[in-house]
């Protein structure tokens, strides 16, 4: 969220990436490794919903606030 500047997968990508592991029997997971502030629980939850309709197995957290945003979606 604040790592702009690292060259990772965008939200649009999950679903492809997600599909390519599949095929290859390969679990997908998701890190969302990073302490959520209040104005980053919107974004979180967008990320995770998404993740979920891309078929991302688990998503990796450090942070109670994120646990809780992956259990309400």
């Given at each position: 969220m604040r790592?702009?500047?690292v060259n990772g997968f965008s939200i649009a990508d999950l679903k492809?990436?997600?599909a390519k592991c599949h095929a290859n029997n390969v679990a997908c997971y998701l890190t969302l490794n990073t302490i959520l502030y209040d104005h980053d629980i919107q974004l979180a939850?967008?990320?995770?919903?998404e993740a979920k309709r891309a078929g991302v197995d688990a998503v990796i957290i450090s942070d109670i606030a994120a646990l809780e945003v992956c259990k309400k979606e």
């Open positions: 790592a702009k500047s492809n990436v997600s939850r967008s990320i995770v919903k």
